[in-house]
């Protein structure tokens, strides 16, 4: 009897692998918003950067299996005996060469295929057709600035950027004359490369749409303006600030609304209808001389009052 009892260390491990499998089932269950896995991809080229995930993903899990079913048999099989000493073993120089090599390969490769994928996804130029958004970042939300019908964005200054200007733009600009701004809300054509203009007015934040497979720092002093996709499905999806940018970070988002090509269109001209018309009173205004007071006449000057008499 003797012969089998099992040490401490292996019936504590035992038991956790036993709990480990009756609670593994309700862990594993589908959340509504799925977030057990990656939600599904909706951007052109996002396939690439999930190929990549699902490769790291059983990668590790087999690694990890594998390690650790040879833990356990080492537990069991070396485990204390009675009246069987201790072994001392200096180790295996050609076994440790391979498992340096080995993982030293995987690393390798993986670098090389995810620089592949920043480059090719992520760093490439933008289309020449895209549409340009401009997005600032600010402790906690978003200012965009989208193109009107004309498609342009107006020019901008670094130095006019102001709490009265949010995107240093120049006033006189005929091209920003029908641009419009909105407050936490992006909206894009489906099947239309759209490219993201970021800044940040104060700490560093991140343009982040998990749908998308995309992330971004925004960096205060710095125009990025690498930062473009192509949404494939319409849909609502959510635009959130990934880094820690102070007490309100949590609620930092915007909406990311994917619309049809039709849908957009008329929002376009809407929009950017209210903007010229906006930006045509701003500009009469200025134009506009300033008010003058009305000349004084004898008849409505008062005469110069007394000057007070001290009693004697």
Same mark, same amino acid.
């Given at each position: ?21 009756? /609670? ?40 990890? /299996?594998? *390690?650790?079913? /040879? ?72 200012? /965009? ?41 992006? *909206? ?125």
């Amino acid at each position: 009897m003797n012969r089998f009892r099992l040490s401490p260390l292996l019936r504590w491990t035992l038991v956790l692998l036993a709990m480990f499998a009756l /609670v593994s089932p309700a862990a594993a269950e589908l959340r509504e918003y799925g977030l057990w896995w990656t939600p599904e991809a909706a951007t052109k080229g996002a396939h690439h950067v999930d190929n990549l995930f699902v490769f790291i993903f059983w990668l590790t899990a087999i690694v990890f /299996v594998a *390690t650790q079913a /040879v833990y356990v048999w080492f537990l069991i099989k070396y485990r204390r005996k009675r009246g069987v000493p201790a072994h001392y073993s200096h180790g295996n120089n050609t076994l440790e060469i391979w498992w340096t090599i080995i993982p030293a390969a995987i690393f390798i490769g993986l670098v090389i295929w995810s620089n592949r994928i920043w480059y090719r996804e992520l760093r490439a130029p933008a289309p020449a057709d895209s549409i340009q958004i401009d997005l600032v970042s600010y402790q906690y939300g978003w200012h /965009v600035r989208n193109p009107g019908s004309d498609g342009k964005l107006g020019a901008y200054k670094a130095q006019l950027t102001a709490k009265e200007n949010w995107f240093g733009t120049e006033p006189d600009d005929e091209a920003g004359r029908d641009d419009y701004q909105s407050e936490g809300i992006v *909206t894009v054509p489906v099947g239309r490369p759209v490219h993201i203009l970021l800044r940040s007015l104060d700490v560093i934040h991140a343009f982040y749409v998990p749908e998308f497979r995309m992330y971004q720092d925004a960096i205060p002093g710095r125009m990025i303006d690498w930062v473009w996709f192509e949404a494939t499905k319409i849909g609502n999806y959510e635009l959130a600030c990934s880094q820690l940018c102070g007490s309100g970070h949590y609620n930092m988002k915007a909406k990311m609304n994917v619309v049809s090509q039709e849908e957009y269109d008329k929002f376009v001209r809407e929009k950017s209808k209210a903007a010229a018309i906006e930006f045509e009173k701003k500009k009469a205004a200025q134009a506009a001389p300033p008010a003058v007071a009305p000349a004084a006449t004898a008849e409505t000057v008062s005469p110069p009052a007394a000057p007070a008499v001290a009693a004697r």
